[in-house]
């Protein structure tokens, strides 16, 4: 599916239309460029889910745990990862195959340790359509059944 987004705002309600359709289990790659509107997007799904704490990008942390929505929300950055084995030492397959939805920013860093099915979004601008303009692509990736959506 491809999306398109004029503001900051339809950018982040977008990501809480997409995170209603989420279930426990569920993982997602975002990607795209720096300032592009990943974070805004994580926002919106952390609404979506039903978390009402202030989300912010865990770029210095890796991984941030929200519990308070429908089922836990696990935002990964892994933008600063240096070595995967950075990944193993924070257990991240304790959140990849959890009861919560795992969202991971800049996952293309680690596309070997994502699991054989997901959803990649990827947003892009497009100066030509505006400052605030985003196209947002979202596709299943892995086996037939589909990845979150």
Request: glycine share 12%.
């Amino acid at each position: 599916m491809v999306y398109e987004t004029y503001s900051a705002e339809e950018t982040a309600q977008l990501g809480e239309k997409l995170a209603q359709q989420f279930k426990p289990g569920s993982i997602c790659a975002l990607n795209g460029e720096l300032g592009v509107g990943k974070t805004v997007f994580a926002q919106g799904v952390a609404q979506g889910l039903g978390i009402t704490e202030p989300i912010c990008s865990p770029t210095f942390t890796i991984v941030q745990v929200y519990e308070e929505g429908r089922m836990p929300f696990y935002h990964f950055d892994v933008y600063r990862i240096a070595d995967l084995e950075e990944m193993e030492e924070i257990g991240y397959e304790e959140y990849f195959y959890g009861d919560g939805f795992t969202l991971v920013e800049w996952a293309e860093r680690i596309e070997g340790m994502m699991p054989s099915r997901y959803e990649r979004i990827s947003i892009e601008k497009d100066l030509e359509k505006g400052f605030d303009y985003r196209r947002i692509v979202v596709e299943s990736v892995g086996d037939e059944n589909g990845g979150a959506l």
